[in-house]
């Protein structure tokens, strides 16, 4: 009923072509957008914010970076933690090199930086498929936390070997640092997450899109309708890493506010991967949903007995969430195995049709 | 179809019910959030302390009717030792103003240190976190009492030396500090660096990687080395693995020391007979045989109201939370001294923390005598004067086997009040005069 197209045609290539075709899908993307920056920070307390929204909205970034690689392009990447901590380490060495450069323009090449490094480790793309080039892509991984670990000129010779992220404003409202509000850095997190969430939409609907899904299909009848997979694949790269790299600089700056390297350790690269995969290879929305899951889910799970009146151990609490999480896990796998996004795929195209299927 | 859409519904329900209940805590106490870690890797760190905890703040609340009859509220929070479900429990028990936090994680104190004084709340790192914090006159939030690493480490030096025969015949010497490759792990080397220059001995630096379980090439260097000392910066696993590996090259046990992490009874009970004569820095006294635990035995395990099993209590890492729990509630006692005896704030806990004077006395009637040295905290100086001790394991159990050692704060101070210049600056902070403090 809600999802009624009758009455909607398509009079031009353009409409047709639309992001979101379904006048009821646009309306509601563009309003559940406005209402994620206005009522948020009007609403939601310290802890929501701080806890559980701009993670949510970092690892999301993330996800729909590794998604491009991964769920588009095909290459499997265990890297992402290490690319993450190039565009933290970056935006810190760049935003205490140069003060007055805006926290934007920092975040920006800090994604470049990300990407250049991408880029190379990219490289053995060219060679290696699969599982192999996970492993490729894990020796990334190592290699720069190995890296900033081991090189102080990256933490600026701290004796604390961490960076920390200094106050920063954009338009006179600090939104980096300790004493930015929360509310502050929920919405550059939102802002950055919207604008990249759009660019990659558009991305894997256009042309690059186009040859990197058919690099991921068959690479060889892509090379032979003209898809050069050199380029093709080390865009993958760069574009995926650039979007991890500003993930990995909101990591500090908008959330954790100081870091050492075990932040961005091969846990990361896990974790966001596993955000693809249960979300749903080769979808944007899939990227939300997935970094929804893992990182809302267990919150919520922590504190459902809680919340159902049961006094339990933590300890006890804390088993019985990994259980139901780890069961949850297996249970949309098998039910099904193209991620969160393919069921609410399935749910739309029912609902279209209801309440009269055929 | 229709389990899974009830499934689904259950699911979206509990999710949206979840974060909205809190329970409030009732008029008239102080709480103290407590982040733990039962589970996970260092879960056998983790219990110890978060008993301990437990089972001093309901003692005090039990025995003696709470602090000056303000009783304390506390809530265990489970952070699997994680950075970042460390911020999450953190933030979530924030809601509950607590007037103080323990973090027991280096990442997390790291978390903390910038939050403090935004949001009003004590961090409390006792004998971890960033060595920096120490001066007072820069991070007025923060205490690390009743000692540093960097005290621990020139402590460590003055005992070799002892052991040696004089700080003149460290000369020579072959030292080799083994570290977690993290913030915590590299706290000591500057110290120990500083130290190497002035009394010339060779020190050498390995780094061994989180978590710690491989350390095969680390140990190759050292049987290459062939140092005369071993100090040790571990946590969990790499504790155990690192006393193992120095019983397999056949190291003597008694010239590898440990730090105060690198010291319980899950570090060295996994390698058995071989860890016998293995040595750790520490600055509470280990055993079960004091007052204090007389009385937790009395009020709370006799009446089954203990945190864990009456065989834990008098572990090292349970010793150590009970006297952080012990200076926890004296600081909240100095405050009611001029604050006056109902709830306070972080504000007027932390004029406590800063004017804690913990005397011999007090530390009788508390029945604690030599489970630790009296301790006094000033503006300027947030480690206080504490000194440490040498323990031994014997196979059985931790045997003290050195007097209280004075670290060489000639040499730590004047390091740490420039790295505290460093590391405020960081945070844009400015240094406070301690002479207009009251």
Redesign the interface.
């Known amino acids: 009923m809600i999802y009624r197209e009758a009455g909607q045609f398509k009079t031009s290539y353009a409409s047709d072509q639309a992001v979101f075709p379904i006048v009821q899908d646009r309306v509601f993307v563009l309003a559940a957008v406005v209402a994620a920056f206005v009522v948020p920070p009007l609403v939601a307390g310290d802890y929501w914010l701080q806890a559980i929204l701009i993670p949510f909205l970092i690892y999301a970034l993330a996800a729909i970076g590794l998604n491009l690689l991964t769920g588009y392009a095909g290459q499997l990447s265990l890297g992402t933690g290490g690319f993450m901590a190039v565009g933290a380490y970056s935006a810190f060495k760049l935003t205490t090199a140069f003060p007055q450069l805006s926290i934007i323009a920092v975040f920006l090449l800090s994604g470049l930086a990300a990407a250049a490094i991408g880029l190379l480790f990219g490289i053995p793309s060219l060679r290696i498929k699969g599982f192999y080039l996970a492993v490729a892509t894990l020796a990334a991984q190592f290699f720069l936390i190995w890296l900033f670990n081991k090189v102080a000129w990256f933490t600026n010779y701290a004796s604390s070997g961490t960076i920390t992220a200094p106050d920063r404003t954009v338009l006179g409202v600090t939104v980096t640092g300790p004493n930015a509000p929360a509310a502050a850095r929920y919405v550059m997190a939102l802002a950055f997450v919207a604008v990249f969430a759009l660019v990659a939409k558009n991305l894997v609907r256009g042309r690059i899109g186009r040859s990197w899904m058919a690099i991921r299909d068959r690479d060889i009848a892509a090379e032979i309708i003209g898809v050069r997979p050199l380029r093709t694949k080390l865009l993958a790269f760069g574009i995926s890493s650039f979007y991890c790299g500003v993930a990995g600089a909101e990591l500090v700056f908008l959330y954790l506010g100081s870091a050492e390297t075990l932040a961005f350790d091969i846990n990361q690269s896990f974790l966001v991967l596993f955000m693809v995969i249960i979300g749903g290879l080769g979808s944007i929305l899939g990227s939300w949903l997935g970094a929804a899951f893992i990182i809302l889910l267990p919150i919520f799970l922590t504190r459902l007995p809680h919340s159902l009146g049961l006094t339990m151990s933590v300890a006890l609490q804390k088993q019985i969430e990994l259980m139901i999480f780890g069961g949850l896990i297996l249970f949309f796998l098998i039910v099904e195995p193209h991620g969160l996004a393919r069921l609410w795929q399935i749910g739309k195209e029912k609902l279209r049709l209801w309440p009269f299927p055929h | 179809m229709t389990w899974?859409v009830a499934l689904v519904g259950i699911?979206a329900l509990?999710?949206a019910?979840?974060?909205?209940?809190t329970?409030v805590q009732a008029a008239g106490e102080i709480f103290i959030p407590l982040l733990?870690y039962?589970?996970g890797p260092y879960?056998p760190n983790g219990i110890p302390i978060a008993n301990g905890a437990i089972d001093y703040f309901t003692l005090v609340n039990e025995r003696d009717g709470g602090v000056n009859g303000v009783k304390i509220a506390f809530e265990?929070?489970?952070d699997?030792y994680d950075?970042?479900q460390g911020?999450?429990c953190y933030?979530?028990l924030?809601?509950k103003n607590p007037v103080l936090v323990n973090p027991y994680s280096t990442?997390i104190t790291?978390?903390l240190?910038?939050?403090a004084?935004?949001d009003k709340v004590v961090v409390h790192s006792m004998g971890y976190g960033?060595?920096?914090t120490a001066d007072g006159r820069w991070f007025p939030w923060v205490f690390n009492f009743p000692m540093t690493y960097w005290s621990q480490a020139s402590a460590f030096v003055k005992y070799v030396a002892a052991q040696e025969g004089g700080m003149d015949k460290l000369k020579g010497k072959k030292i080799a500090h083994i570290y977690h490759?993290?913030?915590y792990g590299?706290?000591a080397n500057?110290t120990l660096e500083e130290l190497a220059r002035r009394h010339a001995f060779e020190l050498t630096l390995l780094a061994v990687?989180?978590p710690g379980q491989e350390q095969k090439a680390t140990w190759l260097q050292i049987r290459r080395l062939n140092p005369d000392w071993i100090y040790i910066s571990g946590w969990g696993v790499m504790n155990q693995v690192a006393i193992k590996e120095a019983a397999a090259i056949g190291f003597k046990m008694d010239r590898v020391v440990g730090n105060w992490w690198t010291g319980t009874e899950v570090d060295v009970i996994p390698a058995g007979d071989a860890a016998k004569g293995y040595k750790s820095m520490n600055f509470n006294a280990p055993g079960a045989g004091f007052k204090v635990h007389q009385d937790i035995n009395k009020f709370l395990y006799d009446k089954g109201k203990g945190a864990g099993r009456r065989d834990g209590i008098g572990e090292v890492l349970y010793n150590r939370m009970v006297v952080n729990a012990m200076l926890n509630v004296e600081a909240i006692r100095t405050a009611m001294t001029k604050h006056g005896n109902k709830p306070l704030t972080g504000e007027q806990v932390r004029w406590g923390f800063e004017n804690l004077n913990l005397t011999e006395k007090r530390l009788e009637e508390l029945g604690m005598k030599g489970m630790m040295r009296p301790l006094r905290v000033t503006c300027e100086n947030h480690e206080g004067n504490g000194q440490a001790f040498v323990q031994q394991w014997d196979g059985k159990k931790w045997n003290v086997v050195s007097d209280w050692i004075e670290p060489i704060r000639e040499v730590v101070r004047p390091k740490l009040e420039a790295?505290a210049v460093?590391?405020a600056k960081?945070?844009?902070y400015t240094m406070r005069d301690c002479a207009k403090e009251k």
Do not use: F
């Open positions: 899974r699911v509990a999710v019910a979840g974060p909205w209940v329970r733990v039962r589970t879960a265990e929070c489970e699997q950075t970042k911020v999450e933030e979530r924030k809601t990442g790291y978390q240190i910038p939050k004084p935004v960033m060595t920096a490759n993290s913030p590299k706290e500057p990687d989180h790295a460093d590391e960081k945070l844009g």
